[in-house]
């Protein structure tokens, strides 16, 4: 009878656990006017953690209006986003996680302070 329960044992020991995978997570830095990565690509239909950081000397924000649009989120981080405009801001110093599930397509980014994007700070999304 000993048997049984240690087979059982081994047996279930010998099977894997999968844990649930995470979202990717890339990282955007966010400088004097400009963007690191410049142009990111991202895989359609898969959860992915955008990291944003502020090492500029100042407010910027990534303003990606078409790109939030389409993106699934849920409520918390839709919150993230100031969904009226699509941008993430930041203060100086600042970072922000924003986890969502992007759509097809290519979109522009660009920072909506005066001047930055004339500055250079541009870029644009590749969600394929």
Do not use: W
């Not at 990111?40 to 990534?62: C, K």
Request: hydrophobic letters at 45%.
């Amino acid at each position: 009878m000993r048997v049984i329960p240690l087979a059982l044992a081994a047996l279930a020991l010998s099977v894997p656990v999968t844990a649930a995978e995470a979202p990717a997570r890339v990282t955007v830095t966010l400088a004097n006017f400009s963007f690191t990565p410049a142009d990111l690509h991202l895989h359609a239909g898969q959860p992915v953690t955008i990291h944003f950081v502020n090492d500029g000397s100042g407010g910027h924000d990534f303003t990606a209006a078409e790109f939030f649009a389409a993106a699934t989120m849920d409520a918390a981080n839709r919150a993230r986003v100031d969904g009226a405009k699509g941008r993430v801001s930041l203060g100086k110093g600042e970072s922000r996680d924003v986890t969502l599930t992007p759509r097809a397509g290519t979109y522009k980014v660009h920072c909506s302070h005066f001047m930055h994007s004339t500055m250079g700070m541009t870029g644009k999304l590749v969600v394929d």
